[in-house]
């Protein structure tokens, strides 16, 4: 699937497209960031889906990434179980994919790490099977109007939908996006699935 090829004037599109769309979340500016993670928060908090679960993957914002961490910390007031992703090496059980682990206070310094891309991960042992989670929120670089979504290129979202959409019990997922990451249509790859809704600000 992740091992498909396309051709190099797609992948020269995609690249250029990432590359640009890179850009324009990171030029956003910090007032409209905080803005951003207050509106993504409230709409969380109204979402249905959002309120009946019980264990939600969320992750940290990176390189302009929507923040989600005004929502985790409403989520941990609300008795609700976050789950953060993992990046394991290529030679462990995983096999360079994600798992998720359970994540600390989300005020608390102690229990994390930085990973091999500097965004920081918790230490904790105690993980959990992504088709035993309820919610999987997911940071895009791009997306258009049929939930198709254009990720940083590495693929662990991707391996991890694939695998998701052969069992029978999967988690509700979600892209988190800024509006100004919206394209028209995406150039699709085989292996690209799409998330079950958006959540644009």
């Known amino acids: 699937m992740i091992g498909d090829t396309l051709s190099v004037a797609t992948q020269q599109q995609r690249q250029q497209l990432r590359r640009q ?57 609300h008795g609700k179980t976050l789950w953060l992703p993992v990046v394991t090496p290529t030679h462990s059980l995983h096999r360079g994919g994600l798992r998720f682990v359970k994540a600390p206070a989300m005020h608390a310094r102690r229990g994390w790490r930085r990973n091999a891309y500097g965004i920081a991960e918790p230490i904790s042992r105690q993980s959990r099977s992504a088709k035993a989670l309820d919610i999987v929120l997911m940071p895009l670089v791009g997306f258009d109007a049929q939930g198709n979504r254009l990720g940083m290129g590495g693929g662990y979202y991707d391996r991890l939908l694939a695998k998701l959409s052969q069992s029978p019990r999967r988690p509700h997922t979600m892209g988190l996006a800024h509006a100004c990451q919206h394209v028209a249509s995406l150039p699709k790859a085989s292996w690209d699935r799409a998330v079950d809704a958006l959540i644009v600000v």
């Not at 249905?48 to 409403?74: C, T």
């Open 21 to 77: 769309l890179r850009q324009q979340r990171r030029a956003l500016g910090p007032q409209k960031q905080a803005l951003a993670a207050r509106t993504l928060c409230l709409s969380l908090q109204k979402n249905p889906r959002i309120q009946q679960a019980k264990h939600i993957a969320a992750y940290v914002a990176s390189d302009g990434e929507i923040n989600p961490l005004r929502f985790m910390r409403w989520a941990q007031r």
